[in-house]
């Protein structure tokens, strides 16, 4: 070996390791060939990644520092591991942190860094990453290319990812289950409430209702008129029923209809019920079955308080009416309605065939519900004021006739005017008998045309003009027509009876006459008959 050189003895000079021999003549050392560059020249200048340029110093390396997410557990360092002191960060430009390349692949290409930031080699893969400390100074620290925390493997985001889309997903969950759930509630209680499983029933009921009621309502009517209305109880030798009064005075007179107390008048027994069940006997005072009124008194009761009686005349159709009475023996019975019609002639009665039981009344009609039992019984205004005594009804099968009957109410009932029912009280108290007012004719009932008609002779055989009375004196004869009374038409005999009855003795009629085909107009002043 030529220790000059270095080349062993008898071998041939070469050049660079495996580049062949040294050509003789000029000889020159071979210069090391130099690797090229794994990326372009960079257009600004900047040194290749990972070395420093010869125009400006390598920065110091900086090592990522992992900020953990709100709610992340970060792993401390391990016991006894070196841990790098923090290096300050540049004063002019601060890189942003680089993920390191993978170690195993050192040929794999390396990312460049942006244009504007300088190149850090990546911290070694088996350096731990240390805990960042805040500094007492927070502004010191502050690292403003720093966009987002690094995030250590099983963090979430507090923000993107997700998590939204759970929480819209358990809403979603939370209302289908409320559903569902109200949905098996409605059921389950629909069928407890059908099956009645569950206890008792509570049904809801209404209250704080006044105990009071308006003077003018039917409940304030009968509030004040029960208290003077009885129930009368009539039992004869051969006839017994049941019917209605009501007090007259603070002296037991009690005024009730002729049919009610018949059965008892030659020898019967009569006892009077009031509302609050205190029962006492009546006895007859006067009765008269041509207007169908009677009066009874009771005796041994304290307290008594009289209707007030109102006026008749006063009465218009469709004031609203009040009924009180004990229909089929069902005591203190109230009935309400209107006036439906008034001065309805009509006639009850006739058992008698003499005819000196039939009544003529010059009727108020009401459709208030009368039965069987309300004869007798007070019709009321609005004010509780009597104005009529319920005295008759039409049945759909027996016509017009007294309450003694069986027939039932079809809203068509008729009570006796007030104003006609004082007068006749007042004469069966003071002297036991009423009185009626007459023209002295006999009128012939069989007549079938339009008008009531003089007969030619009374039914005794008499002269059918009484000598001497209110007719003859005014210039009537047998066989005149009697077609009008005070300019108001009249059709039937009865109808002109109910006409007369309806005044009083010494009262003055206008009647057309029709005789021989002319028509005259006479005046007629009311005479006086007797009548039991």
Same mark, same amino acid.
Not at 206 to 224: C, E, F, H, Q, T
């Given at each position: 070996?030529?220790e000059?050189?270095?080349?062993?003895?008898?071998?041939?000079?070469?050049g660079?390791?495996?580049?062949?021999?040294?050509?003789?003549?000029?000889?020159?050392?071979?210069?090391?060939?130099?690797?090229?560059?794994?990326?372009?020249?960079?257009?600004?200048?900047?040194?290749?990644?990972?070395?420093?340029?010869?125009?400006?110093?390598?920065?110091?390396?900086?090592?990522?520092?992992?900020?953990?997410?709100q709610?992340?557990?970060?792993?401390?360092?391990?016991?006894?591991?070196?841990?790098?002191?923090?290096?300050?960060?540049?004063?002019?430009?601060?890189?942003?942190?680089?993920a390191?390349?993978p170690?195993?692949?050192?040929?794999?290409?390396?990312?460049?860094?942006?244009?504007?930031m300088?190149?850090?080699?990546?911290?070694?893969?088996?350096?731990?990453?240390?805990?960042?400390?805040?500094?007492?100074?927070?502004?010191?620290?502050?690292?403003?290319?720093?966009?987002?925390?690094?995030?250590?493997?099983?963090?979430?985001?507090?923000?993107?990812?997700?998590?939204?889309?759970?929480?819209r997903?358990?809403?979603?969950?939370?209302?289908?289950?409320?559903?569902?759930a109200?949905?098996?509630?409605?059921?389950?209680?629909?069928?407890?409430?059908?099956?009645?499983?569950?206890?008792?029933?509570?049904?809801?009921?209404?209250?704080?209702?006044?105990?009071?009621?308006?003077?003018?309502?039917?409940?304030?009517?009968?509030?004040?008129?029960?208290?003077?209305?009885?129930t009368?109880?009539?039992?004869?030798?051969?006839?017994?029923?049941?019917?209605?009064?009501?007090?007259?005075?603070?002296?037991?007179?009690?005024l009730?209809?002729?049919?009610?107390?018949?059965?008892?008048?030659?020898?019967?027994?009569?006892?009077?019920?009031?509302?609050?069940?205190?029962?006492?006997?009546?006895?007859?005072?006067?009765?008269?079955?041509?207007?169908?009124?009677?009066?009874?008194?009771?005796?041994?009761?304290?307290?008594?308080?009289?209707?007030?009686?109102?006026?008749?005349?006063?009465?218009?159709?469709g004031?609203p009416?009040?009924?009180?009475?004990?229909?089929?023996?069902?005591? +203190?019975t109230?009935?309400? @309605?209107?006036?439906?019609?008034?001065?309805?002639?009509?006639?009850?009665?006739?058992?008698k065939?003499?005819?000196?039981?039939?009544?003529?009344?010059?009727?108020?009609?009401?459709?208030?519900?009368?039965?069987?039992? +309300?004869?007798?019984?007070p019709?009321?205004?609005?004010?509780?004021?009597?104005?009529?005594?319920?005295?008759?009804?039409?049945?759909?099968?027996?016509?017009?006739?007294?309450?003694?009957?069986?027939?039932?109410?079809?809203?068509?009932?008729?009570?006796?005017?007030?104003n006609?029912?004082?007068?006749?009280?007042?004469?069966l108290?003071?002297?036991?008998?009423?009185?009626?007012?007459?023209?002295?004719?006999?009128?012939?009932?069989?007549?079938? @045309?339009?008008?009531?008609?003089?007969?030619?002779?009374?039914?005794?055989?008499?002269?059918?003009?009484?000598?001497? @009375?209110?007719?003859?004196?005014?210039?009537?004869?047998?066989?005149?027509?009697?077609?009008e009374v005070? @300019?108001?038409?009249v059709?039937?005999?009865?109808?002109?009876?109910?006409?007369?009855?309806?005044?009083?003795?010494?009262?003055?009629?206008?009647?057309?006459?029709?005789?021989?085909?002319?028509?005259?107009?006479?005046?007629?002043?009311?005479?006086?008959?007797?009548?039991?």
């Amino acid at each position: 070996m030529d220790e000059g050189n270095g080349v062993p003895q008898g071998a041939e000079p070469t050049g660079a390791a495996g580049a062949g021999p040294i050509p003789d003549g000029d000889f020159e050392l071979a210069k090391p060939e130099r690797p090229s560059p794994l990326h372009e020249p960079d257009p600004y200048s900047t040194p290749p990644y990972g070395e420093p340029g010869p125009w400006a110093p390598a920065p110091p390396v900086q090592h990522p520092v992992a900020t953990p997410a709100q709610g992340t557990v970060m792993t401390p360092p391990v016991a006894g591991a070196a841990v790098p002191p923090e290096p300050a960060p540049a004063p002019t430009e601060p890189a942003a942190p680089i993920a390191p390349a993978p170690p195993t692949t050192p040929t794999a290409p390396i990312t460049p860094a942006p244009p504007t930031m300088p190149a850090v080699p990546p911290a070694p893969a088996s350096a731990p990453l240390p805990a960042r400390q805040l500094p007492a100074d927070p502004w010191g620290r502050y690292d403003p290319w720093a966009a987002a925390p690094l995030q250590q493997p099983g963090a979430v985001a507090v923000h993107g990812g997700r998590r939204p889309r759970r929480r819209r997903a358990a809403l979603g969950w939370t209302l289908a289950l409320v559903l569902v759930a109200a949905g098996v509630g409605g059921l389950v209680g629909g069928y407890v409430e059908r099956e009645g499983i569950g206890g008792e029933v509570t049904l809801p009921q209404a209250k704080g209702v006044p105990a009071g009621r308006a003077p003018d309502s039917v409940a304030g009517i009968a509030a004040r008129a029960l208290p003077s209305v009885v129930t009368l109880h009539v039992a004869g030798t051969d006839e017994e029923g049941t019917g209605t009064g009501f007090v007259l005075d603070d002296r037991g007179h009690i005024l009730t209809n002729n049919h009610v107390v018949a059965p008892a008048a030659s020898g019967g027994k009569i006892s009077a019920t009031f509302s609050d069940g205190t029962s006492v006997k009546a006895t007859v005072v006067g009765r008269d079955s041509g207007y169908d009124l009677a009066v009874v008194q009771v005796s041994g009761v304290h307290g008594l308080t009289p209707l007030t009686l109102g006026d008749s005349d006063d009465v218009r159709v469709g004031d609203p009416v009040v009924a009180i009475g004990a229909p089929f023996d069902l005591a +203190n019975t109230v009935t309400a @309605g209107i006036i439906s019609a008034k001065e309805r002639p009509i006639t009850a009665g006739g058992e008698k065939s003499d005819g000196s039981d039939v009544s003529y009344v010059d009727a108020l009609q009401t459709d208030a519900p009368i039965n069987p039992g +309300n004869s007798g019984g007070p019709l009321l205004d609005s004010r509780a004021h009597v104005i009529g005594i319920n005295s008759a009804i039409r049945s759909a099968d027996s016509g017009s006739e007294t309450e003694s009957g069986q027939a039932g109410s079809i809203g068509l009932g008729f009570a006796i005017p007030v104003n006609q029912a004082k007068r006749v009280a007042e004469e069966l108290i003071d002297d036991g008998r009423a009185t009626h007012p007459v023209i002295g004719v006999d009128l012939d009932m069989g007549y079938s @045309g339009d008008g009531a008609r003089v007969d030619s002779r009374a039914p005794d055989g008499g002269p059918a003009v009484v000598k001497g @009375g209110p007719a003859e004196r005014a210039g009537l004869r047998a066989g005149d027509l009697i077609t009008e009374v005070d @300019g108001e038409p009249v059709h039937t005999g009865a109808e002109l009876i109910v006409r007369i009855r309806a005044r009083e003795p010494g009262d003055r009629l206008r009647l057309t006459v029709e005789r021989g085909g002319t028509e005259r107009e006479v005046s007629v002043v009311l005479g006086t008959a007797g009548q039991n």
